[in-house]
C-alpha cells in the first residue's frame, strides 16, 4: 500500500513560507501525488497535485524528489487564513479497488 | 455555482432512530462521493456513485448504512437505526471529467455534523 506520513503539527510566522513534507515511499511509478486543507469546520480544499514534476499554482508550490519518494507543499507568504490540516494523499489499491487515504494531516497554524 | 450542498449541517438523534442524510451535487458532475470524518479514524471514502449508478460500496461499515442517488442531483445516506459510533461528521462531494481522481473541480460540501445520542 502506498500511504503517507506527515508531521502532526507545524507553526509558521504570518508572511513566512510554510513548508509542509510527506513522505510518501511507497508510491508507485505512475500515481500522482494530491494535497488538500481543511479548515475548520469546512470541507476538505484542493490545493494541487504532481506526479515527478515541481508544480505550482496561485495557492502553492509543491516539490517532489526525484525518486518520487516524499514532497513539499510550500505556501510562499502564509497568511492567518492559511490556519488548517493539510492533508497529503495517494491513491491505494486494495481488494482491486481504488482509494485515497487521507491520513491524519499537518495541523498549520500560521501566528500573527 | 453553490457548490455541493448538504442538508442538514447538524442532527441531533437518539439512538436506535433513523438518520437521512442528503446532498445535491454541482450541476453536470456524474460523480458522487460519500465520506466520513472521525477524530480515530480521519476521512474515510464510504461509497461513490457514477452516473447515479453505485459503484464501490466497500467503505460502508454495515448494513445499517445505505445510500442512495435516484438522480443526477440528488443522493441521500441513511442510517438505521443510528447508534452512538455513527457520531462523525459527514462530507459529500462530486467531480467530473476524470472522475474519481482528486483533481482540481473536485469538491467537498460543508458537511452533516451527526451526533447520535
Known amino acids: 500500500d502506498a500511504k503517507t506520513t506527515q508531521p502532526p503539527s507545524m507553526d509558521c510566522a504570518e508572511g513566512r513560507a510554510a513548508n509542509l513534507p510527506c513522505n510518501h515511499s511507497?508510491?508507485?511509478?505512475?500515481?500522482?501525488v494530491y494535497w488538500y486543507r481543511q479548515i475548520h469546520s469546512q470541507g476538505p480544499q484542493y490545493i494541487i497535485h504532481g506526479l515527478k514534476n515541481n508544480e505550482t499554482n496561485e495557492m502553492a508550490s509543491l516539490i517532489i524528489t526525484e525518486d518520487r519518494k516524499s514532497s513539499t507543499l510550500i505556501l510562499p507568504h502564509a497568511t492567518l487564513r492559511d490556519t488548517a490540516v493539510y492533508y497529503c494523499i495517494v491513491r491505494v489499491v486494495t481488494s482491486g479497488t481504488y482509494k485515497y487515504i487521507f491520513g491524519t494531516g499537518t495541523r498549520l497554524k500560521v501566528l500573527a | 455555482d453553490a457548490g455541493v450542498i448538504q442538508s442538514p449541517r447538524h442532527e441531533v438523534t437518539e439512538m436506535g432512530q433513523e438518520v437521512t442524510l442528503r446532498c445535491k451535487p454541482i450541476?453536470?458532475?456524474?460523480?458522487l462521493f460519500w465520506y466520513r470524518q472521525t477524530m480515530m479514524r480521519g476521512l474515510e471514502l464510504l461509497i461513490y456513485?457514477?452516473?447515479?449508478?453505485?459503484?464501490?460500496d466497500s467503505g460502508m461499515p454495515e448494513d445499517r448504512f445505505s445510500a442512495k442517488m435516484p438522480n443526477a442531483s440528488f443522493s441521500t445516506l441513511k442510517i438505521q437505526p443510528s447508534e452512538p459510533r455513527d457520531s462523525a461528521v459527514y462530507f459529500c462531494?462530486?467531480?467530473?471529467?476524470?472522475?474519481?481522481?482528486?483533481?482540481?473541480?473536485?469538491?467537498f460540501g460543508s458537511g452533516t455534523r451527526l451526533t447520535v445520542v
Open positions: 462531494a462530486s467531480s467530473s471529467g476524470q472522475g474519481q481522481f482528486l483533481n482540481y473541480g473536485y469538491t
Open positions: 456513485f457514477n452516473n447515479n449508478v453505485p459503484i464501490d
Open positions: 450541476s453536470g458532475h456524474d460523480y
Open positions: 511507497t508510491i508507485s511509478g505512475n500515481e500522482y
